[in-house]
């Protein structure tokens, strides 16, 4: 209970369409580990700036009605 699962499964989530989009862009400009490692980098700050924001508003709300609420919109939103 409480909000740790969905935004563990949040977090994973965003993890596995990062690594996607990057994997994707390495191939199509050419990128060597080196470049894809920065750009792993820069996209997981941006992400975690993203998302600490509604991770913190759930963690603080759970066991709530309103965490529940949270919870449930959040997976909505997402598709989780």
Wanted: charged share 30%.
């Amino acid at each position: 209970a409480g909000a740790t699962p969905a935004v563990v499964e949040l977090r994973r989530r965003v993890a596995e369409i990062e690594k996607a989009e990057i994997a994707k862009a390495a191939r199509r400009l050419g990128w060597g580990p080196d470049r894809v490692k920065e750009a792993e980098g820069l996209v997981a700050s941006v992400t975690a700036k993203i998302l600490h924001g509604p991770t913190v508003a759930l963690k603080e709300a759970a066991g709530t009605g309103e965490g529940t609420e949270i919870e449930r919109l959040l997976r909505k939103l997402f598709g989780l």
